[in-house]
């Protein structure tokens, strides 16, 4: 087919006059809008309808699209040298980049692996954690205790250790099955008369509970997001539940792994969200909102005992990816890393946080189905209930979530509604992660579109 004939028929389809396609989308019965461009807080679509990024697609664009010094420091990089395999060579950006992150994790002999995504970055601490054990002659050591609710990622070993029911249910025979407890999640298991120190205790011994009872010598790891993101709607710990979880750790000799893949970046307002806990994991890992979008990136980054453990041992760490520490992806993570720096955008993440937060709550909190509003830096959510005296979960959780998204869309508003089902527990909660770059009169705007929204899905 001549070259021209091509592009007038892909023009075609992208003004929406035929729509035909051939992705195979996540939703293959949804028409998704096209997006054509970016800039600051907004995309734009084939009709050149603008989008308010509020959510940063999943807590990804940590600095908003098209931000100019993380767009030329790529170009730059790829017209130097786009990629060099890491099995042939180190490569200036990766070792930039692991220096930055493992001065942020503040133990100097800790060190970096690079990865494609979160759940590239999560297999690959569950295999420090098992290899570790293996390594250190004690092979039993294997199972992964994680929490239910929990969402670590889409591959095999990820999608195992992930108490997400949904996610879980196309292949539940096949996950491995592992001992999970319950997340740390106040709104719903705090009893009355608890207060938050008894109850972050309380939620911290079934994790000492398990161990018990599956045996210290079977267990190689916990997993958990310091707060957790998509599958929850952002919900931080009580106050001293992961001081606690930390100790649990350390007396049964177990690997504390702390994912931050979403919550990490500085999108709580410090880099690593482990910091505001008084905690720090022996493995956290990160993606999303390192890279910013602008390319896929992720790491894990393991503590010097770990790291010290395998470079003077003889057993070396058996595993890799085609595109480990790919250089362009590490130039992004190093330029959004020396943007937040530069820009002083932890302090901004933790002001404008408190703003936003301030303002969803000052907004939507007499709604008589939000349940909760919840947060910390730039990372929020609304949890939605059936009846808000009884905290009661919408019967199904997912179908309101999709609705809510659809709706959002229409009102030019990106947010992330995520939600399960009342047999699983799950609730229905609407995400919000805005760009560190968010000003006043984006948060404005947001709260007469969330408001329009809930109008529109629940009547007024
Ligand atoms: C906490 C957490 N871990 C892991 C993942 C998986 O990351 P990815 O989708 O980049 O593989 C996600 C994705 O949403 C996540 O939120």
């Not at 001081?243 to 177990?254: H, P, Q």
């Not at 390192?290 to 057993?315: D, K, M």
């Not at 760009?435 to 007024?460: N, R, S, W």
Request: aromatic letters at 10%.
């Amino acid at each position: 087919m001549p070259e021209n004939l091509k592009h007038a028929i892909f023009c075609q389809w992208l003004l929406g006059a035929e729509q035909m396609t051939a992705v195979f989308s996540r939703d293959l019965h949804h028409d998704y809008p096209v997006a054509v461009r970016g800039g600051g807080m907004y995309l734009y679509d084939q009709h050149d309808r603008e989008y308010l990024d509020m959510c940063g697609g999943a807590a990804v664009s940590s600095l908003g699209h098209q931000h100019p010094a993380v767009v030329s420091t790529i170009q730059k990089q790829i017209e130097t040298m786009a990629f060099a395999h890491t099995a042939f060579f180190s490569n200036e950006p990766q070792e930039r980049l692991a220096a930055l992150l493992v001065d942020a994790f503040g133990e100097a002999d800790a060190r970096a692996y690079f990865a494609s995504g979160g759940s590239e970055a999560n297999e690959t601490a569950l295999k420090f954690a098992w290899q570790y054990w293996r390594a250190r002659a004690q092979p039993t050591k294997v199972k992964i205790i994680s929490r239910t609710h929990s969402y670590h990622g889409n591959t095999f070993g990820a999608l195992s250790v992930s108490g997400h029911p949904a996610r879980r249910s196309v292949m539940p025979d096949l996950l491995l099955d592992w001992p999970r407890i319950d997340p740390c999640y106040a709104y719903r298991f705090q009893q009355s008369g608890e207060t938050e120190e008894e109850y972050g205790e309380r939620a911290a011994q079934m994790l000492e509970q398990a161990i018990l009872r599956e045996g210290a010598d079977t267990i190689a790891a916990f997993i958990a997001e310091p707060i957790v993101g998509a599958s929850l709607g952002v919900v931080s710990a009580a106050k001293g539940y992961f001081t606690k979880i930390r100790a649990i750790c350390d007396k049964y000799d177990i690997l504390l792994i702390a994912d931050e893949v979403m919550c990490g970046s500085g999108r709580t307002g410090t880099f690593f969200a482990f910091e505001q806990e008084g905690f720090r994991p022996d493995i956290v890992t990160l993606a999303k909102g390192l890279g910013g979008g602008y390319q896929p990136l992720a790491a894990t980054i393991v503590c010097a005992r770990i790291s010290n453990f395998f470079t003077t041992s003889t057993a070396g760490f058996a595993h890799g990816h085609t595109y480990i520490g790919h250089a362009a992806a590490c130039a992004a993570g190093v330029a959004v890393m020396q943007t937040i720096e530069r820009q002083n955008l932890l302090a901004a993440v933790r002001t404008k946080g408190t703003e936003f937060g301030f303002m969803l709550k000052g907004t939507l909190a007499e709604h008589p189905n939000v349940g909760d509003i919840r947060g910390r830096g730039l990372f929020w959510a609304i949890e939605l209930v059936e009846d808000k005296a009884e905290k009661t979960l919408f019967a199904n959780s997912a179908q309101l979530a999709k609705q809510l998204k659809n709706t959002a869309m229409q009102h030019g508003l990106m947010c992330y509604p995520g939600g399960g089902n009342a047999e699983d527990g799950l609730n229905c909660h609407i995400l919000l992660a805005p760009p560190y770059i968010v000003e006043h009169h984006h948060m404005d705007q947001a709260m007469a579109k969330l408001t329009a929204i809930l109008t529109e899905v629940f009547g007024a």
